[in-house]
């Protein structure tokens, strides 16, 4: 059978033949393809003389027929900012209804009881399904650095006969039916400018020309065995390749210029995929999800409505912090909200005093509001900035002259940072667990031996941002035709040598030892001390022993950071062996730092 018999042959098990025009618009197909279909289907004994399904047919419906199903619910979700913050995004409501408690209904409805949920962010809100709906819940614990491919290739062995979907749909009818004929993949009418599929006069998905758009991808999509077994031989070759962590599991469908199976083309609107808060919104104004605090916190510091909110976009994650840029009568803002065990790493009440003190300075960007208990802060978005290019000299140059010009302000707080400190209290936070790194020992008592030399040397103590690598540099318009320079992200700024923050530029940007003499050299116009120096090499021994130990930590929570974590450490080491042959070649005398 082909497709289009098998529609028909789909509609007649639902409804009794009633004539050609009403099965033509059940099957979708038109008059001329239902004649010629029901000819077919009859000669091949598939129907009887009154068109009525023969034991033949039944055969395959059976053979054929759903058998379970999986549902990719691991993800963040991170354009549904600022939901996604509190709630998954399976748990969105519309109508009153968790999507993911509708989606399970609709399965049940039709005769699917096998429900495999793959589960990762806030896993814990999923355990009441296994007694509610009797579902199965399959753990993704890197669903924080991996795409749903890697989620279904945790399934795989679930996948015969089965239906495969996300959990962020809204069906206004039931898409699931008790039986299938073929393996297909749901798409709308319409057209979409992000997608790579477009359906051709077959009903084959196939690649749609490049900048031309697609149609879009609704993501449910039914594999009978034979496909089935093709996608799990695919995720099985391509899961664990570094290079196909951000992959969707659709491209373990891809055949050259098209996908193993057909287009199943359902209405615009009759299934809505739900990605930002303003879908949401418009789906059903009334969603309880629609309070975010977050949402309330914003219209109240705005003095706005929050309907009037909009424009809600998720902003690169950071290492500490989640940020989303939103609009709101015409001005664009950015709301920070901290990240996953940011309150045992940060002060938020010692950032908020920072934030004080340095407002009114053209140190920083337009804070109007910050929260000293739960760290939520509130900016004015910088249009047209950009970030400090550690490659490009004359950048980097500007970057030390502002950096050195905030140092001679003296500006002080009651809170120091302590390099030492910090990196056992970052070890600390691994509650007994042992470093990943097998020379760690060795490589900390090494960083320890420099304190005696540091502490000679740092004689001056003053407001240090900590955190002044090239990302927080901010090349700005100054509104003159001219740029200007700002200094963002103070969470950690705190009285400190001042040559810290040289030290966090050259680690964070990974300099080589010459790119680290050129930067030294730009603050430094009038020449460095050769001291100095050296105490600056110590300072990116030390801060690369301690973001390397902070990165240990986060990586518990789920959080991996890749290379960057990895250079931390061999800064550590490295220029640990760097900062001591330095100080053998001045040959026991006792520098000393203007």
């Not at 055969?59 to 600022?82: D, Q, S, T």
């Not at 989620?151 to 979907?165: C, E, M, Q, T, V």
């Not at 309150?343 to 910050?370: F, K, P, Q």
């Not at 010009?405 to 809170?415: E, N, P, Q, T």
Request: charged share 25%; aromatic share 10%.
């Amino acid at each position: 059978m082909n497709i289009q018999e098998c529609d028909i042959l789909c509609a007649l098990r639902t409804a009794p033949y009633a004539g050609q025009r009403p099965l033509a618009e059940a099957s979708g197909h038109s008059l001329g393809v239902v004649n010629r279909c029901l000819k077919r289907l009859t000669q091949a004994g598939y129907l009887d003389g009154q068109l009525q399904l023969t034991p033949r047919a039944h055969e395959e419906f059976a053979r054929r027929a759903p058998k379970n199903a999986v549902i990719l619910a691991a993800g963040y979700g991170l354009r549904m900012v600022p939901i996604n913050m509190e709630t998954p995004k399976a748990f969105l409501e519309v109508g009153g209804q968790p999507l993911i408690e509708r989606l399970i209904r609709q399965l049940h409805e039709a005769g699917i009881r096998d429900i495999t949920v793959v589960v990762g962010y806030m896993k814990e809100r999923f355990e009441y399904l296994i007694d509610d709906f009797g579902v199965r819940l399959v753990v993704n614990p890197d669903y924080a650095v991996k795409n749903n491919l890697h989620s279904l290739a945790l399934a795989a062995d679930r996948l015969s006969n089965s239906y495969i979907l996300p959990c962020d749909l809204w069906c206004a009818e039931n898409p699931f039916r008790s039986h299938e004929l073929y393996s297909w993949y749901m798409v709308s009418r319409g057209r979409d400018e992000d997608s790579a599929v477009r359906v051709n006069r077959k009903g084959e998905l196939v690649a749609a020309p490049e900048g031309g758009g697609g149609s879009p991808m609704v993501g449910i999509a039914y594999l009978l065995e034979e496909q089935a077994a093709q996608v799990r031989s695919r995720l099985a070759d391509m899961d664990g390749q570094r290079r196909n962590d951000r992959l969707f599991w659709e491209e373990a469908l891809r055949e050259k210029d098209k996908l193993a199976v057909s287009a199943r083309v359902v209405p615009a609107g009759r299934v809505v995929e739900i990605n930002t808060y303003e879908e949401l919104r418009e789906l059903d104004g009334h969603s309880g999800q629609l309070k975010s605090d977050k949402i309330q916190l914003i219209a109240r510091v705005l003095g706005a409505e929050p309907e009037e909110i909009g424009g809600i976009t998720a902003l690169k994650k950071g290492m500490t912090n989640r940020s989303f840029l939103f609009s709101c009568r015409g001005e664009k803002y950015i709301m920070r909200v901290p990240g996953e065990g940011t309150g045992r790493l940060i002060s938020r009440r010692e950032e908020a005093a920072v934030y004080s003190l340095i407002r009114g300075r053209g140190l920083c960007e337009d804070v109007l509001y910050i929260n000293p208990d739960s760290g939520y802060k509130i900016s004015r978005f910088l249009e047209g900035a950009r970030t400090c290019d550690p490659l490009n000299e004359a950048e980097t140059a500007a970057c030390m002259e502002k950096l050195r010009a905030f140092h001679r302000l003296g500006l002080k707080v009651d809170h120091e940072f302590d390099l030492f400190g910090r990196i056992d209290f970052y070890e600390s936070l691994w509650e007994g667990r042992p470093s990943a790194y097998r020379g760690y020992a060795q490589t900390k008592a090494a960083v320890l031996g420099l304190r005696p030399f540091i502490e000679s040397q740092a004689k001056e103590r003053v407001l240090t941002h900590i955190d002044a690598v090239p990302d927080n540099f901010l090349f700005c318009p100054d509104g003159g035709g001219g740029e200007q320079i700002l200094l963002i992200d103070w969470e950690y700024a705190a009285m400190q040598d001042p040559h810290v923050d040289i030290a966090m530029f050259c680690v964070y940007a990974m300099y080589d030892r010459a790119h680290v003499d050129r930067l030294v050299g730009q603050y430094f116009p009038e020449g460095c001390p050769a001291g100095t120096k050296i105490k600056i090499y110590c300072y990116i021994s030390v801060c690369g022993l301690l973001w390397s130990n902070w990165c240990e930590y986060k990586r518990s929570l789920g959080v991996e950071f890749g290379a960057y974590s990895l250079a931390q450490y061999r800064f550590a080491r490295d220029y640990c062996r760097i900062a001591e042959e330095e100080l053998a070649k001045l040959g026991g005398q006792e520098p000393c730092t203007p």
